[in-house]
C-alpha cells in the first residue's frame, strides 16, 4: 500500500477534520444515531469526495492509494467526532479485503464504486459467535453450475443493513472462500440494536443465496485477517482520538466546575484520575500510530504492533470514557451529556473483530514466534 | 388501651394486643389503592403506625424493643403500616423539626400515605458541595418566595410537597445561611422536567422554581438553620436505604444459583480459566460484603460503633462495576446489543451505566472516601477555603 | 473440634496478645529472624504454657480441645506482631493432620509432646512444584518388612530445619499415605534461604528413610486437606491481623508526617488509598472469621469460606502491605523500617499452601457444586 | 584550532580534526585507573571535554549539531570523556552558578574526574515537600557553618563536595530562604553512615552535618536564592537521567527474547492463560512506554514540547510493579526463596522491592501525578498553606 507524503498526509486530515468540524457536531451525531440508516448520506458523500472512503483503494481503482499511516489519522478525527458512517465497513473492511484477495476482475468491478461512495460495501465475516476467526463462521457454500449458493448465518455485520454488496466468507467442500453477494433474494438482513447508538450490526440469514466467488492468490481467511487487521488499525486510531477527546473536555470540566469553593481539578482525585488518564490516551496514541506505520512498512512485527494495539488501545478508550463519567458526577448520568455516547461507542470498538483478552493472547503468541 | 401508663406494658401483653387487634382488622392483601389507604387509615388511628412516637401525634411511646415486636406481628401477617416512627422519612423530619401548625396539617396524611412527597436537594451546581445551593427564598411578608432549579428529584411528578433546601441568607458562610421547607409542589411556579439517565430511563427529574410562594409555616427549624435539619433528614434516610442498587433489569431470569456461573455457563464459557478467576473475584467481593454487613449488624448490636457501615456503599460500586465488566467479558460480542431479544446484553449494559448510580449518587467513591478516612481512620481534613466567607463571596460554578 | 465460651476465647486472646505484647516486639522480631532457628524457644515455651501451642488439640492428648475460631483469633495476633515461630507447622498443620487421620495410636504417642511444645512436628505435603496438591507429592514409600522405607524429597517444608518430628506424604503401591519419620539417618535437611526472614523452610530428601506408616480412616489426602485448610484459616487470620495492623501504623504515620505544612493524611492521595485500604482490611477480617465459623460448624459451605479467605487475606494483606510502603515515602524504603517485614510476610502467607489464584479456581468449583 | 573564529568551521572540518585527533591519541581501552584519569586530562586538554562550552572554560562553543559530531566520533572508537557539556551534572551547575574562584579551582578537577561529588538534597522531613528542609547554614565570617541532617545520599562516603541545599533565612517563606553551597565532605563536621535499604543494600547514606564548614565562595549563586540554582540542577539531572530503573540482580541469564517469556518456559507455565494474559499486559506496557518516549523525542525534535516525557517516570513505576508481580504469579512458590541459589526467586523478590525505588524516589507517584496534572493538563493547584508564610511559623512533622 501507498503512503503520502507528510504534508500531503496532513492536508488530507485537515480536510477530514473540517468537513467533520462542520458536518459532525454532537448534534449531528445525536439526529443520525437515531436514524434507521445510522448515516447521514450528504456527509458520506462529502467523505467520498474528499478522498476518505475510497482512502486505501488503489488509484487504479478510483481510489486515493493511501494506506494505514493515513487510515489511522483520519480515524482519530472520527473517534474525536464520534462519526456514524458505514466507513469502516465499507472503505477498510470491504475494500481492504477486496485488495488483499487480488481478484482483478472483481476488484475493477467493485472498488471504484465503493471509492467513489456510491455502493456501501461490507464484510460478512463471522456467525453468532462473533469471535472473527475461522471456525465461528456459520455460512456454506456451494457450488450450483458455474455459480454459487450460500446457506447459513452470519452476524455482527457491520452496516449490513445499509450495504450494497456483502463480501461475505462461507466455507466450502474446497476451502474457506470469499464471496460476493447482493442483499437480494435469498438473502435476509435483520438490523440488530446496539447498545452504541452510532454503530449498525445486522444479522443475515443466506438460504440458498445466489453468490459469486472471489478468487483468491492465497488462502481467503489470510485475506480476511489482512482485513481485519486493517480495520483494527482504524478501530486503534478511532479509540485514540475518541480517548482524547474525552479526557480534553473533561479536564476542561475538571478546571471549570467548582465545588467547596475550588474547582474540581485541584483535588488530587481528580487530579490523578486525569494524569493516569493522559498516560493512557497518549499510550494509545502511540500504539496506535505504531501498528500504522508498522504495517504500512510491511514490518516484521507489524502482526504484534497491531495485536498489541487492539488490546492497549481498546482498554484504554473504555478505561478513559468510564473514568470520565466518574470525574464529572451527576452531569455524565444524563442522557444530555455526550460523555456516555463516548463509552458506549468504546465498549463497541472493544469487541469488534476480538476483544481485548482475545488480542492479548495472540500478542503473546506473537512475541513466542518472534523469538523462538 | 396502651396509653393507659398505669399497667406496667409487658412483651407479652403487647404481643397479644397486637395479635388480637390484626385479628380482627387484617383481612389479607390489599387489592386496590382504596383498600391501602383505608387500612393506613385504621392503622394510624389505632396507633400503630408509629409506636414508638409520643401519644400526642398517634404513637403509644413504646420502647425500640417493643415497636420491633408489634412490626414482627404485622410481618407475620403480611400487614404494612407499622414502622413508620423508622421509615417513614418525612413524617419523622416533620415530628422533629416542623412548626407545629405544619405538624398538625400533614403529619396524619403523610402516615397515612395520602401526601406525595419528593427531596429538593440538589442543583446542577451543587452536587458533591450540598451547601454551595443557589436556590433562594426571599421573606415577603407571611410566605417565601422561591427561585432556583433543582435536580435529581424522583416522584417530582406526583409531589405534593418537596422537602427543599434554599439560600434565605448570603453573607454568613454557607452552612449558615440554609434553610429547610415542605414548599407546595402543585403551583404554577414549580415546573417539572423529567431528566433522561444515560440509562435511558427517566427516573429522575430537574424541578425549576420560578417566584415560588411557600407559607412561613412551612419552615422546619430556625430560619438560617436549614443545614442541621437536612442533617437529620439524612440521617433518617441512610438509616431506612438499603443497598439501593438495581440488578439487572431484562427481568430474563439466569436459573438457580450464583447469577454470574450461570451466565458464564449459558454463554458457554464457565470452562475458560480467565472468566473463572474473574467470576471468582467478583462472587468475593459481594460474598466479602454481605460478610462486612452482617459484622457490622453485630457490632451494632453489642453497641459498639462500627467502620464497616461506612464501608458499604464504597464496596458496592465497585461490585457493580466489576460485575458489569465481568458480564461484559463473558458475553464477549453479545455485549454489543440491547433491546429484549437481547437480554443478557441488556443487564450487562443497562449494568455498566447503572453502575454510576451508586459510584456517583449519594455522594460520589471520592466523597465517600474522604468521609471514610476522616470520619472512620481520623485522618485531617483538606484545607477548606470556602468555609469561613459569607457565601456571597465564595467561588462557584 | 471444640470451641471455647465467648468469654474463654477473649480471655485467652488476651493472653496471647499480652505475651506477644510483651516478648514479640518489633527488637525480637528481628533479633529472632536472623538466628538459625528462626524461632525463641523461650517464647515457644510460653506459647505451649498459656495452650497456644496445643489449641486444636484434643485434651485428651494433653490440648486446649478449642477449634478454628479460637486458632483464627490467635493468628490474628501472630500476624500483627510478625511472630516467628513454629506455630503454624507444628499446632496447625501436623496436630491437625494427625487428628484428621484419626490413628488413635500414633495421636496419643506423638499429639502431647506437640501440644506442650517439647517436640515441634511439621508435615512435608509437597514437591519441588510447591502446590500442595497430590500430583506434586515427590515421596515414594515401599514396605520393608513390618516398617516402611521412604525415597524421593519433599520442599517448601515449613520449620522444617527444626522439626523432631516429620509427617511425610508419600505415594505407595496402594495408594497416597502419611509416614512418621524422625530426622534421623537416611533424612537430608536442607535449609532453604527465604525472602520471608520470619519463616523457615526446608527441602528434605529421603534416601530409604525409616518411617512408620500413620493410619487413614479415610483417604490420607482428604486428611491432608483438612489439615491444610485449618492452616489456611490459620493464615487468613495472620493476614487479617496483620493487615490491619499495617494499616494502623500507616493511618498513624499519615496523621503526623507533615509535607508542604499539611499532614500527608489530609491529601486525597493518600486519604483515599487509606480509605480502599481499610475496606481491604475489613473484608480480610470478615472473611477469616467466616472461614472460621464455617469450618467450625462444619458448614455445608465450609470449602468454600475457606477458598475465599485464602485468596481474598492474601492478596489484601499484600496490598495493603504494598500500599503501605507507597504511602510512607522514602522511610520505609529502609531496612529499619518495619514495613517491608510486613510485605514479606504478606508475600509468603499469598503462596504458602496454595497461589491466590489456585484459590479462586477452586472456589468457583464449590460455586459450581453448591448450585448445581 | 577551532578556535580561530575567521577559519568556518564545517561539520565535515571537524570531524576531520576529531577523527586525527583520536588516531593520534586514543590507543584503546582504559585498563587501570590512573590509565583513565590521564586520558580525562588529555581530553579536557584538547578542548574536547565540553565542546559546547565557551573557549574560556575549555570548550569550544560549537553548537550542539557539532558537539554531536564529536561525540559520535568518540564514541565509533569506544573513547570517553566528551560530551560533558550534557552530562556532567556538578561541572554544568558550577559553570552556570559558581563564583570565579570556585569555578577556577574546581572546573577541571571536575571534567577530568578527579574529584568526588554527591547531592544534599533529601532530608528526613523533607522528602516530597524538598522546600521544607531544615539543615541550616549560618554566616560566620568568610564562611558558612552548616548543621542537619540529610539522606538517600550515594557516594558520599567517597564525595570531595557535596552539592547542599541549607536553609540561610528562616523568616521569609520556605522557598526563599534556601541557598546553595559546594560543601567539602573530607571534614570532621561531616559524618557519612550507610542506609540499608529494605532490598538489603546499601546504595545510599545518610549524612550527619555538625558545625561543619563551608567556604563562602563554595556558595552557588545569591543567598536566599538557593531553590533557583537547585532547579537548575535538577533539570541538568533530568535531562541526563536515563530510566534509573534497574532490572533483575541476580545476573543469571533467562535466555534470548523475552524476559517474562523464557521465565515462563523455564517455569513450565508459559501455556497458562492466565500467566499468558498478564505477560501480555506487563509486555505491552513496556513496549508503550518504549513508542511514548521515541514519540516525545521525535516531537522534541521538532521543537515541539511533549506531554510524553513527563509521563515516562510514571509510567515506569507501575511497569516494574507490575513485572514483579507477574514474576511472581509465574513462579508460584518458588517466590519464596531468595539468595544465589534461585537466582529467579531472587529477581522477583529484588524487582518487587526495588519498584519503590521508582515510585518514591525522584518525586513519588502521587506527586508525579500532581505535576502532570498541574504543567501539563493545566490543572489548578491545591491551595498551599505553607506558601507565603515565614518558614519560621510552616508546620513541620
Chains 1, 3 share one sequence.
Request: net charge negative; proline share 5%.
Amino acid at each position: 500500500m501507498g503512503t503520502l507524503t507528510a504534508q500531503e498526509r496532513l492536508a488530507f486530515q485537515d480536510s477530514v477534520r473540517r468537513l467533520l468540524a462542520d458536518r459532525g457536531t454532537e448534534a449531528d451525531v445525536r439526529r443520525v444515531m437515531e436514524t434507521d440508516a445510522g448515516y447521514d448520506p450528504e456527509v458520506w458523500k462529502a467523505l467520498a469526495e474528499i478522498g476518505a472512503v475510497g482512502l486505501l483503494i488503489d488509484p487504479e481503482f478510483g481510489g486515493a492509494g493511501a494506506g494505514p499511516l493515513e487510515l489511522e489519522l483520519v480515524m482519530e478525527e472520527v473517534g474525536a467526532a464520534l462519526l456514524c458512517s458505514p466507513l469502516l465497513s465499507s472503505g477498510v473492511l470491504a475494500a481492504g479485503l477486496l485488495q488483499a484477495l487480488g481478484d482483478r476482475d472483481a476488484s475493477s468491478r467493485l472498488l471504484p464504486a465503493i471509492a467513489d461512495g456510491s455502493k456501501i460495501a461490507t464484510a460478512a465475516l463471522t456467525g453468532s459467535r462473533g469471535t472473527w476467526t475461522p471456525d465461528a463462521v456459520a455460512v456454506r457454500g456451494r457450488a450450483d453450475g458455474e455459480a454459487w449458493r450460500l446457506d447459513g448465518q452470519a452476524s455482527y455485520v457491520t452496516h449490513g443493513q445499509v450495504a450494497d454488496l456483502l463480501l461475505v466468507a462461507a466455507d466450502t467442500p474446497e476451502g474457506l472462500a470469499v464471496f460476493e453477494v447482493e442483499p437480494a433474494a435469498g438473502v435476509a438482513v435483520k438490523a440488530l440494536p446496539t447498545f452504541d447508538h452510532t454503530l449498525r450490526l445486522a444479522e443475515i440469514a443466506f438460504d440458498g443465496a445466489p453468490a459469486r466467488r472471489i478468487a483468491s492468490q492465497r488462502p481467503a481467511w489470510e485475506a480476511v485477517e489482512e482485513a481485519l487487521d486493517l480495520a483494527r488499525v482504524a478501530l486503534a486510531g478511532e479509540q485514540a482520538g475518541g480517548g482524547r477527546h474525552v479526557l480534553e473536555f473533561t479536564v476542561d470540566y475538571a478546571k471549570s466546575r467548582i465545588q467547596f469553593g475550588r474547582a474540581i481539578g485541584s483535588y488530587q482525585a481528580i487530579k490523578h484520575m486525569a494524569a493516569d488518564l493522559l498516560l493512557e490516551s497518549e499510550s494509545a496514541t502511540s500504539a496506535a500510530r505504531h501498528a500504522a506505520a508498522q504495517l504500512a512498512a510491511g514490518a516484521p512485527d507489524a502482526k504484534a504492533a497491531v495485536e498489541l494495539a487492539a488490546f492497549a488501545c481498546a482498554d484504554a478508550f473504555v478505561k478513559i470514557c468510564a473514568d470520565a463519567i466518574q470525574m464529572h458526577g451527576g452531569i455524565a448520568f444524563t442522557w444530555k451529556h455526550p460523555a456516555h455516547l463516548y463509552l458506549r461507542r468504546a465498549r463497541a470498538d472493544a469487541q469488534l473483530f476480538g476483544a481485548p483478552s482475545f488480542h492479548r493472547e495472540r500478542y503473546v503468541a506473537e512475541l513466542e514466534a518472534a523469538h523462538g | 388501651m396502651a396509653d393507659d401508663a398505669a399497667l406496667p406494658l409487658t412483651d407479652e401483653s403487647l404481643r397479644e394486643e397486637v395479635r388480637a387487634w390484626l385479628a380482627a382488622n387484617w383481612t389479607g392483601p390489599l387489592q386496590t389503592d382504596a383498600e391501602r389507604k383505608a387500612w393506613m387509615a385504621k392503622v394510624v388511628e389505632a396507633r400503630w403506625a408509629v409506636p414508638r412516637w409520643p401519644s400526642e401525634w398517634m404513637g403509644r411511646s413504646l420502647s425500640d424493643a417493643q415497636a420491633r415486636i408489634v412490626e414482627r406481628e404485622f410481618a407475620a401477617v403480611g400487614a404494612p403500616g407499622t414502622g413508620q416512627d423508622r421509615t417513614n422519612l418525612w413524617a419523622n423530619t416533620l415530628l422533629a423539626r416542623g412548626t407545629p401548625a405544619l405538624k398538625e396539617k400533614l403529619i396524619v396524611p403523610l402516615l397515612c400515605g395520602e401526601v406525595g412527597m419528593c427531596l429538593l436537594y440538589s442543583e446542577p451546581g451543587a452536587g458533591s458541595d450540598l451547601a454551595g445551593i443557589r436556590t433562594r427564598a426571599d421573606r415577603q411578608g407571611d410566605h417565601f418566595i422561591v427561585n432556583g432549579q433543582k435536580v435529581w428529584t424522583s416522584y417530582a411528578a406526583s409531589a405534593d410537597y418537596g422537602m427543599l433546601i434554599a439560600r434565605t441568607d448570603w453573607d454568613v458562610p454557607k452552612h449558615r445561611g440554609i434553610s429547610f421547607f415542605f414548599l407546595p409542589m402543585k403551583q404554577p411556579g414549580v415546573e417539572v422536567r423529567p431528566l433522561r439517565q444515560i440509562t435511558g430511563e427517566s427516573q429522575f427529574n430537574e424541578v425549576f422554581i420560578t417566584d415560588a410562594v411557600c407559607p412561613a409555616e412551612n419552615l422546619l427549624g430556625e430560619l438560617g438553620q436549614g443545614w442541621g435539619v437536612l442533617q437529620t433528614a439524612l440521617a433518617y434516610e441512610r438509616s431506612v436505604m438499603g443497598e439501593g442498587a438495581r440488578g439487572p433489569r431484562s427481568g430474563v431470569s439466569e436459573g438457580p444459583g450464583e447469577p454470574l456461573i450461570a451466565l458464564a455457563r449459558e454463554a458457554g464459557v464457565l470452562s475458560d480459566p480467565l472468566i473463572r478467576q474473574e467470576i471468582a473475584r467478583v462472587v468475593g467481593l459481594k460474598k466479602l460484603n454481605a460478610l462486612n454487613t452482617a459484622r457490622a449488624k453485630a457490632d451494632l448490636k453489642q453497641g459498639t460503633s462500627s467502620a464497616l457501615m461506612s464501608l458499604g456503599k464504597l464496596a458496592m460500586s465497585r461490585i457493580l462495576h466489576e460485575e458489569a465488566r465481568v458480564r461484559t467479558l463473558i458475553l464477549g460480542a453479545g455485549s454489543l446489543l440491547e433491546g429484549p431479544d437481547h437480554p443478557r446484553a441488556e443487564d450487562a449494559n443497562f449494568l455498566t451505566l447503572n453502575a454510576y448510580f451508586t459510584s456517583i449518587g449519594g455522594g460520589t467513591d471520592q466523597i465517600q472516601r474522604n468521609i471514610i478516612g476522616e470520619r472512620v481512620l481520623g485522618l485531617p481534613k483538606e484545607p477548606e477555603v470556602d468555609r469561613d466567607i459569607p457565601f456571597r463571596e465564595v467561588r462557584t460554578s
